[in-house]
C-alpha cells in the first residue's frame, strides 16, 4: 500500500485498512470517529445485530445500538462508551443491551479504547462480548451499572437544567449587541458551571480571537484582558480539543495532561499556556454553531471547585453552546450590516458648505432599529448665481432600500436647481415627474428652500413644501412659530399639482429649523403634541450657540418612543446686517 513521503495514508486509504482490519476480527466490534459515527464493522455485529455493515456504517453508534433494558435509548449522559471517546482512557461494562434489527435486544459486555490511525483524527474502537440473554441484573442494580454511579454529584437537575436553557434563550436572544451578549453569557455560566468561561470566536477572514476570558471573583464575574486576543490559526491536521471544536466536531474533555505532550499546533501551546494561566484542573469544550458554519467554542473550565467534568455535563454545556451560537451569530450580522449602513450613510450625507455669515449645522440619528441608515436626508449647496439651497426630505421606510432612493432624489434635486436656478416650487414638481418615471422612490416627503440676500442686507427664504413637517423659524428673542405656506402634497403621488411657494424675511439672529417627522411624531404621540414641543424647546434654547442649539434641541424634542430616523438642519441669521449685500459662491473644488 503506497503512503505518503510523510508516512500518512491518504484518508480513502486509511478508511479501506480500517475495514481490513476489522474483518479479521472474530468478536462484534465497530470503530466510530469523534463524533459517534461508525466508520467500520466486523462480520460478528452485522450477525449479531442482524444489520448489514451498509446500514450502520454512517450512523451516530449510540442512537443506533445502545438501548436500556426496556429497548429505550440510553442519555448519552449515562453512556460509558461516549465517557471513552471523550477522555481517551480505555473503558469496559459488564452489562449493557444492544437493539436488534428486528427490535429485540442482545444483552453484550463490552471494551472501548481510543485508536489512531495515520490520515484520520483519533477513533474509537468498540469491542461487545456476547452475555446470556437469560442474564439478569441483580435485584436493585441500576441498568447503566457503573456508569450511573460515576455521574458527577455537581449536574444540574433535569429542572434546573431546562431553567437554565430557557435563561440562556431568552438572555442571549434580546440583545443585538456582541459584547453585551458574551457579558450575559459568561454571567449564565459563571460561577453555576464553572470557574471560568472562555469564548473563542472565528472572524470572517478565518483568524480566530480569544474574544472573552472569565471568572469568579470575590463574588464576582471578573475578565481577564491579558489573556484574550488573537489565537494561532487552526491546523486541519490538530487533533486537540480546542482545533477539533473549532473545526466543528464533537464536544470534549480536557486537562492540563493533554497538553503536556509535544503540541502538534501553536495553537495547543496557547491553550497550554490558559491552563497555567487559570489554574484549570478539568475543562468541558464544545464547537459553536452559527446558522451556516461553526463560529468559534465555549470553553469551560474548573480550577476552585475539586470535582471534575464528566461526560454527564457535556450535553447540558452543548444546549448552551448551541444557543449561544444562534445568538451570537444573529449580533455578528447586525454589527455587520451596521457598518455598512455607517459607511453607506457617511458617504450619503454631505458636509456642509462655508457660507460667510451664515452658520449652519446638521444632525442624523437613525432608526433604533435600523441599520444606521435611513430614508431621512438633509441638504445645503451654493448655486452659482449666489443662492444657497436648503433641503430636508424622508423618503419612505429607513433602511437600506431607503437610503438608496434618498440618494438618487438627492442627486437630482441638486442637478436641477444647478442647471435650471428656478424657484424652489418649480424644481420640484420636476423632481415628484422624476419620482414617477426614472427614480426608484415611491413616496416622500420633502422641504425645498432658496436662501438669497436682498440689496438692503437682509436675507429672504423662499420655500416650497412637499407633504413634510413646516419649518420652524426661532428669532433671536425666543419668539418661534411654524412657516405653514407654500404647503402642497408629497411626491409619488402621481397628481403632479402646480406647487405653491412661500417668501418671508429672516430677521437678525434667527434661527431656521428643518427636520423630518422623527423629530416630532412616535406611535404613542399626536404629532401636535410634537410640534408643540419642539416649538417651546426651540425658543428656549434661541440664545444658545449653533451647534449646543442643535444638539439640545433634537436630546429634548425626540419622542422617547421614536422608531423612526431623524434629520435636523439648523441655519442661524447674523444678528448684524452685513456691510454689503450677501452673495455667496459655490464651491468649485
Known sequence: MAEHQDGVLPEAEALASIGRTLAALSAPAYIADGSGAVLAVTPALEELVDRDAGAMVGHDGHELLHRNEYGE????????????????????????????????LAQVGWLAAGCDVPGLDPLMLVVFTRCSDAAETEEGADPADAEAAEVDHGVLS???????????????TSTLDMDEALRRLTRLLVPRLADWAVVDLITQRDEVVRVSVAHQEDGRVVRRPDLEGPM???????????????????SSIAGPETYQGPPDADIAVA????????????????????????????????SERPEPYTPAHLPLLEDIARRAGLALDNARLYEQQRAVGQTMQRHLLPQLPRVPGIGMAARYRPAQEASEVGGDWYDAFVLGDGALVLAVGDVVGHDLEAAAGMAQLRNMLRAYSWSEQRPPSKIVEWLDLACLNIAEVSMATLICGRLTGTRDGQYRL???????????????DGEARYLTEGHGPLLGLGTSPTRPDGTVLLPPGSTLVLYTDGLVESPRDAIDEGLERLRVNAASLAQHGLDDFTDQLLERSRPPHNEDDVALLAVRIPAEPPATPPRWRPRTG
Do not use: Y
Open 73 to 104: 435509548t440510553v442519555a448519552r449522559s449515562r453512556c460509558g462508551i461516549r465517557k471513552a471517546a471523550l477522555t481517551g482512557r480505555p473503558t469496559q461494562g459488564d452489562r449493557m443491551w444492544i437493539a436488534r434489527a428486528d427490535g429485540s
Open 158 to 172: 433535569e429542572l434546573e437544567r431546562l431553567a437554565l436553557l430557557a435563561e440562556t434563550t431568552t438572555r442571549l
Open 232 to 250: 494561532p490559526p487552526i491546523p486541519p491536521e490538530s487533533t486537540m480539543p480546542l482545533s477539533r471544536a473549532l473545526r466543528g466536531a464533537a
Open 271 to 302: 491553550q497550554r499556556k490558559l491552563f497555567e494561566a487559570t489554574g484549570m484542573h478539568s475543562a468541558v469544550i464544545a464547537p459553536v454553531r452559527g446558522l451556516r458554519a461553526v463560529i468559534g467554542a465555549l470553553t469551560l473550565g474548573r
Open 462 to 476: 423662499r420655500w416650497t413644501n412637499a407633504g413634510h413637517p413646516p419649518p420652524l423659524l426661532v428669532t433671536g
